[in-house]
């Protein structure tokens, strides 16, 4: 798709071409290294999870029966916990297709939508989040998406 660049030099049409095409190259990798980053974090948490239950249990377990936690004490932690580790796994999958969206310059919407849902994973995700936004916002980047 040809960009609309009016009345520029058809050198620095090409120049500008091939710094998008490379910028646009970084933020699939951004978003792939992010991806992975947030997987890790996932399982650095299931096994927070797995030791945290391990050690109280065995605690608790062989405490007098009036030092015990109430009945719904483990599963309301873990299911916390659950949900935290799934909200870490859907981050994975979703920054993992805006990564091919980007690559393959199609669903602008859904790379708007994981950019603005990474804006609530802490610094790296606002970061990511910010540069990702501003590029694919460029007029004559968003006229290359399908």
Known sequence: MQMSYPNMDPSWVDYQRKMDDGTMRTLVILHRVYAGVTGLLSCCFGGYLLLFLGVFSSAFA??????????????????IWVYCIAAFLLSVVLN????NWLRDRRNWVGVTVVSALNCLSGVLGIALAVFTLVMINRPHIRETFE
């Open 62 to 79: 062989t405490a007098k029966p009036e030092n015990r936690p109430p009945p719904g004490f483990f599963g309301f932690f873990a299911g």
């Open 96 to 99: 993992l297709l805006a990564a």
